[in-house]
């Protein structure tokens, strides 16, 4: 597609539950991008791939966070147990090389 | 550590007067300076965005400055408008679209009609 896509626009989960986010690139973007933007507007960079390959992990919070972009399939974000703090609206981008094109993000609340 | 220093947090300005927003950097090796526009409830968008061996590139009614030796740069949007009025964040990287972006904390612009 021409756009990034990202679902589900809204999540709610309670405190410990798993949270699944997902994300289609635009066709042959070869980066994907997974930001975390939090009230004060501030991004953080969580994690970007190549390909499908893990690229920079070095924002990842790794012991609840997962992420992957199988061929063939939406990159999607995995956040294992819950806390309150995780709510945030999270960001895909994707790039070939140059601009990197940001999807609607997806709002996780959690209760 | 805050990659890239943003100011001011917000800005109210009248139509058609100028709006000047600043940034700051301190690593060296990057070598690409995005800026983006984002309006609520949508993702950001790119504005326009410069590279180190160019002081300055105007698109429209947007003009990037970029000081490499002070390693500052700023976004003017001059003949501001309502429609402007958004959020708007400074960003910097090594290697565009292959490395993570930097953000600013973002400017939140009112313009006044």
């Known amino acids: 597609g021409e756009e990034v896509a990202q679902t589900p626009k809204h999540l709610v989960r309670g405190e410990g539950q798993k949270a699944k986010l997902y994300c289609a690139p635009i066709?042959?973007?070869?980066?994907v991008f997974w930001y975390q933007q939090v009230l004060k507007n501030e991004f953080k960079f969580l994690i970007s791939?190549?390909?499908?390959?893990?690229?920079?992990e070095t924002g990842m919070p790794k012991e609840r966070f997962s992420a992957k972009c199988l061929p063939n399939s939406p990159c999607s974000l995995e956040i294992q147990a819950t806390k309150l703090e995780d709510s945030a609206v999270y960001f895909c981008?994707?790039?070939?090389?140059?601009?990197?094109?940001f999807g609607e993000g997806s709002r996780l609340t959690v209760l | 550590q805050q990659q890239v220093k943003q100011s001011p947090q917000s800005l109210i300005v009248q139509k058609g007067g100028i709006s000047i927003i600043n940034c700051a950097y301190e690593?060296?090796?990057?070598?690409?300076f995005p800026w983006y526009q984002q309006f609520p409830g949508k993702g950001p968008a790119l504005l326009i965005a410069?590279?180190?061996?160019?002081s300055e590139k105007k698109e429209g009614r947007f003009t990037i400055s970029f000081n490499k030796s002070a390693k500052q740069f700023s976004l003017h949007i001059m003949d501001s408008q309502p429609g402007d009025s958004a959020t708007y964040f400074c960003?910097?990287?090594?290697?565009?679209?292959?490395?993570?972006?930097?953000f600013g904390t973002g400017t939140r612009l009112t313009v006044i009609p």
């Open positions: 981008a994707s790039s070939r090389y140059g601009e990197l094109f």
């Open positions: 066709k042959g973007h070869s980066y």
């Open positions: 791939f190549q390909n499908e390959n893990v690229f920079d």
């Open positions: 690593n060296t090796a990057f070598d690409y």
């Open positions: 410069i590279r180190p061996d160019v």
């Open positions: 960003a910097a990287s090594k290697e565009a679209g292959a490395n993570n972006l930097f």
